[in-house]
């Protein structure tokens, strides 16, 4: 498999070189991870790989390990069809979210990703405050969001609908109705599916996601589903996260739809999402305004004009409060992180004092 033709970059044969222990060492890219083993494209074609005793031993984290669309150091068992990742190149973007759960922890769902297709279904489930959770979490990834609209052809108000995220979708984020079914408006994808670049399709179960898929492969390679006729919820067909190559060179990550999205890490993305609430809060008459009923607050007048819906300020306030609740939990896990460390350090320290 030639490297380039999936993403491949000077930065990334550089960090190769930086940090494989000998000669060799295979450079490739995970494909697919399932239960801490993983497919990696080679040079010398596709390894299923497990990491190293010393690499697990050293990852304190979930995501210290690999995920799909990782570069990885690797030794090669070509013979066997097998492989032992040895080190993960520096990410340049990665799509995290916190994992399920009460614990504090990240969970990567997919890494160096330069586009995110943000599916949405054009019917009943069609929710903005999704999309808003979905656009803050992609700006966080360091990679760029399109808003993907899909089953066109199933609404009748498809202008009115893409006006209505149109609306939230600052920062030029493109909204882009198709229908994957009636092989509609795909034309208008094409100039972010270019060779040797990397998308990843995110989205609810159901919203057309692995047909989509189908239709850029050209064959139907994912399972697809009907949605429920009861409430228009979707099915969920794909279950793992799997790089597929295109035709034309471009690489798409195919994930399963997320019943559960939490934020992680910090609240940067939420000033790319909610441009226009932070910069009506610029205006506010006092500097901590809690955007309630203190006097010349510039955001609920833009409620009371009209200009700002209710509805969006409630969703950034969750958020805000989300981000913040995340941060507490991390720092608290970080300090027993320390006191975890010292209290060994004390042990080792009371050991080699008897001898």
């Not at 380039?4 to 000669?23: A, H, P, Q, R, V």
């Not at 759960?101 to 999704?130: C, K, M, P, Y």
């Not at 509805?311 to 939990?329: G, H, M, P, V």
């Amino acid at each position: 498999m030639n490297l380039e033709t999936i993403g491949l970059t000077e930065t990334i044969k550089n960090n190769f070189e930086l940090l494989k222990t000998n000669d060799e060492c295979l450079l490739g890219r995970v494909a697919l991870e399932h239960k801490r083993m993983y497919r990696v494209w080679t040079e010398q074609g596709e390894l299923l790989c497990e990491v190293s005793g010393k690499f697990s031993f050293n990852a304190q984290l979930r995501e210290d390990f690999p995920a799909v669309g990782d570069w990885v150091s690797l030794k090669p068992r070509v013979a066997e069809g097998k492989g032992t990742i040895l080190a993960i190149m520096p990410r340049n973007s990665k799509f995290s979210r916190k994992s399920a759960g009460d614990t504090a922890e990240e969970q990567i769902v997919a890494a160096n990703v330069d586009t995110v297709f943000l599916v949405n279904s054009l019917n009943e489930d069609l929710n903005l405050r999704r999309i808003e959770r979905y656009l803050l979490l992609t700006w966080e990834s360091g990679a760029n969001p399109v808003i993907v609209l899909s089953k066109a052809d199933l609404c009748t108000n498809v202008t009115e609908k893409a006006a209505e995220v149109e609306a939230i979708a600052f920062g030029g984020v493109p909204v882009i109705p198709i229908s994957a079914e009636a092989n509609e408006g795909l034309e208008k994808l094409e100039p972010f599916l270019q060779p040797g670049k990397t998308i990843a399709l995110l989205g609810s179960s159901g919203v057309g996601k692995s047909t989509l898929t189908n239709r850029l492969l050209g064959e139907d390679k994912q399972l697809v589903q009907e949605i429920r006729s009861g409430d228009d919820k979707g099915r969920h067909t794909t279950t793992h996260r799997e790089l597929v190559l295109l035709p034309n060179g471009s690489v798409l990550i195919d994930t399963p739809g997320m019943r559960e999205l939490q934020l992680w890490e910090s609240a940067d993305g939420l000033s790319e999402t909610f441009s226009d609430i932070e910069e009506l809060a610029d205006l506010c008459k006092f500097r901590d305004c809690q955007h309630k009923d203190e006097p010349g607050c510039a955001v609920v007048q833009a409620i009371h004009e009209g200009t700002l819906s209710s509805e969006r300020l409630s969703s950034y306030n969750k958020l805000q409060k989300e981000l913040a609740f995340i941060e507490r939990k991390s720092d608290k896990r970080a300090q027993a992180e320390v006191r975890k460390q010292w209290k060994n350090i004390n042990k080792q320290i009371k050991q080699r004092s008897k001898y």
